[in-house]
């Protein structure tokens, strides 16, 4: 699929396996998807461009690479997203943070939005949206669509598990944004969940139901 990278580093496939188990505990679930998140947050910032500065160091000075350009946004998809989000900081403590809060209606699958704060100045950044789930689809377009509204043109997605489903509905709305995620999984249940999948996310992170 064009636009798609699936991160099948070890580390990142074994801390899934973890996360997918029905017997790991909140809190472990809550480190481990921080764990992984910092680990697909490499991933999805591999191309970053690159200029330099002089620093000085304890030797000499020199010319160092440094990331060009303004800093990141992180835009998490409430509420899940922040489980994401958490470990993107520990590894870009600078970027700035979009919220976007949607839910889904389980009857239409639809996403009703109800909070949204982000930035300004989207149109020179790069945002990367998060959320650990690619289902249906529907609340990650919902998202982007907005920030769009607010000036953004350049984004990335970055989700732990997407389905077939998910992935189609997303490029066919969303064709100029990459996808990044640890797996692509089989399918959708008839209920819009994600199969083997490992739950809602949101629950698991959280402890509720």
Not at 115 to 129: E, G, Q
């Amino acid at each position: 699929m064009k636009n798609l990278t699936v991160v099948d580093h070890p580390l990142v496939q074994h801390k899934l396996t973890l996360m997918r188990h029905k017997e790991t505990s909140t809190g472990s679930f809550r480190r481990l998807l921080r764990e992984i998140s910092l680990l697909l947050c490499y991933e999805v910032t591999r191309d970053l461009k690159l200029t330099t500065k002089e620093i000085e160091t304890p030797l000499c000075t020199m010319q160092a690479p440094v990331i060009a350009g303004k800093k990141l946004v992180f835009a998490s998809i409430l509420r899940a997203g922040n489980g994401l989000l958490e470990g993107m900081l520990d590894l870009v403590p600078s970027a700035r943070v979009a919220h976007v809060g949607l839910y889904r209606d389980h009857e239409t699958l639809e996403a009703i939005e109800y909070y949204f704060k982000a930035p300004d100045d989207l149109d020179d950044r790069l945002v990367i949206v998060v959320d650990p789930m690619l289902a249906t689809a529907n609340s990650a377009t919902a998202a982007i669509e907005k920030l769009k509204e607010r000036g953004a043109t350049n984004i990335r997605f970055l989700c732990l598990l997407a389905a077939p489903e998910g992935i189609e509905a997303f490029q066919k709305a969303q064709p100029d944004v990459p996808i990044f995620t640890a797996a692509l999984d089989s399918h959708l249940n008839e209920k819009g969940y994600i199969v083997p999948g490992l739950g809602d996310a949101g629950d698991r992170m959280y402890g509720t139901k």
